[in-house]
């Protein structure tokens, strides 16, 4: 089993950074991949980027690709979202994720509450 936290959303101005992280409890963190995934209002839940459980490989979506940045500390329990050049469209509630490797929502059995990010033009 294990729970997770984000925090660090917020609103931003067009072209700035955000730093999300997500908190895990439980000892099998280090066991599963992480990933992030995003919902605006609207919309579908959408990938984000994913770490696989050491940290060695990582996948992003087109669309965040060069901007965003993933990265997990396992001795932490956290795993990070870096987004900088922010745009308006990155608007959304994001929401991390432990399971497998996967763009795919329905590989992740464990889900966090989500927190807002709001980009303002």
């Known amino acids: 089993q294990v729970r997770l936290v984000e925090s660090g959303g917020g609103l931003v101005q067009a072209g700035g950074s955000l730093r999300l992280s997500c908190a895990a409890s439980?000892?099998?963190?280090?066991?599963?991949?992480m990933g992030w995934f995003r919902q605006a209002p609207g919309k579908e839940r959408e990938f984000v980027t994913a770490?696989?459980?050491?940290?060695?490989?990582?996948y992003y979506a087109d669309s965040v690709k060069g901007r965003f940045a993933i990265a997990r500390d396992n001795a932490k329990n956290t795993v990070y979202l870096q987004m900088n050049s922010l745009k308006p469209e990155d608007t959304a509630v994001y929401y991390c994720?432990?399971?497998?490797?996967?763009?795919?929502?329905?590989?992740?059995?464990?889900w966090g509450q989500g927190t807002q990010v709001t980009v303002s033009s």
């Open positions: 439980g000892r099998t963190f280090s066991s599963y991949a």
């Open positions: 994720a432990a399971g497998a490797l996967s763009d795919s929502g329905k590989e992740h059995p464990y």
């Open positions: 770490i696989s459980w050491s940290g060695g490989r990582t």
